[in-house]
């Protein structure tokens, strides 16, 4: 059923464990998570970047297939579809395509003016009974610093007190593949953002590469929800290079796009139980 994602990332708040985001960018993808998720038992949180929505049609193409989806497949574990990283234009095309909830990603306006965005959009998703994520700061991004960023706690506080349901604050986080030289999670700044925020969920973006043990450590600190999308990407495309190394596209039918993507489809739910499992989130519906 598809629900917004406040009540699963508040439980995971509570329980110390977090919820997997996992980004989706085609119709195998979407299965792959969703079957796992139901297989788990895992409330789950479907997750789609401005960029794959218009690769997969649009957002109302993306809400229409989600949503058929999830009943024709009999899901039965809460499943939260997600803007990540949403412009200001975006979170008002995903509310009118009939996502559940949204990300409001203000770290290209000044703080003043993320902070009166973020404020008018919490408001509108809360009078609509969607979740709103909102970010402090920026993430950081493979190649521009081996460090990545890190939030102002005073910040984070002010975000947290106009009511959003779960924070991105950058605590040394990277999106993509994390360099070797990664100076690794800030656990004095996720401290510190944790105190400020008096509670709220924070969510930990760029989920792929990092040591298992500093994953854990980041949830009994406070981290209640958790991005993935690169290291899903990677086991599709390894699985989906095997076949074709191997020859099999070539063998009888195996060029037929059902098979030919199968292997890779495979893979995600392989990484997704897989993640779930480290997350704590596994039998939780």
Not at 227 to 255: P, S
Request: proline share 3%; charged share 25%; hydrophobic share 40%.
């Amino acid at each position: 059923m598809l629900v917004n994602a406040a009540e699963m990332v508040k439980a995971a708040n509570e329980g110390h464990y977090a919820v997997g985001h996992f980004n989706i960018n085609n119709l195998e993808w979407t299965k792959s998570c969703l079957l796992e998720a139901e297989a788990k038992k895992a409330p789950i949180i479907l997750g789609v970047s401005e960029g794959a929505g218009k690769y997969m049609g649009g957002f109302k193409t993306v809400s229409a297939m989600v949503h058929a989806m999830v009943g024709e497949l009999g899901i039965t574990v809460p499943v939260a579809l997600h803007l990540d990283h949403g412009t200001y234009e975006g979170c008002y095309k995903c509310i009118e395509a009939g996502f559940t909830s949204i990300m409001f990603d203000g770290s290209k306006y000044s703080f003043e003016e993320n902070l009166e965005k973020t404020k008018e959009l919490v408001n509108v998703a809360h009078h609509l009974g969607m979740s709103i994520e909102a970010e402090v700061g920026a993430i950081g991004e493979n190649g521009v610093s081996n460090k990545g960023e890190f939030a102002d706690p005073e910040e984070c506080a002010k975000i947290a007190e106009l009511g959003v349901d779960f924070l991105a604050a950058g605590i040394g986080n990277i999106h993509g593949k994390y360099p070797a030289d990664w100076a690794g999670l800030s656990f004095e700044t996720l401290d510190a953002v944790k105190k400020a925020v008096k509670g709220l969920p924070l969510v930990l973006h760029g989920g792929t590469g990092i040591p298992d043990e500093q994953i854990q450590k980041a949830i009994s600190l406070g981290v209640a929800k958790i991005n993935v999308n690169t290291e899903c990407q990677l086991y599709f495309q390894e699985a989906t290079r095997k076949y074709i190394e191997e020859g099999k596209d070539l063998e009888g039918k195996g060029y037929d796009p059902r098979k030919l993507l199968l292997p890779g489809a495979e893979a995600i739910k392989e990484i997704v139980g897989i993640k779930m499992d480290m997350f704590g989130i596994s039998g939780k519906a």
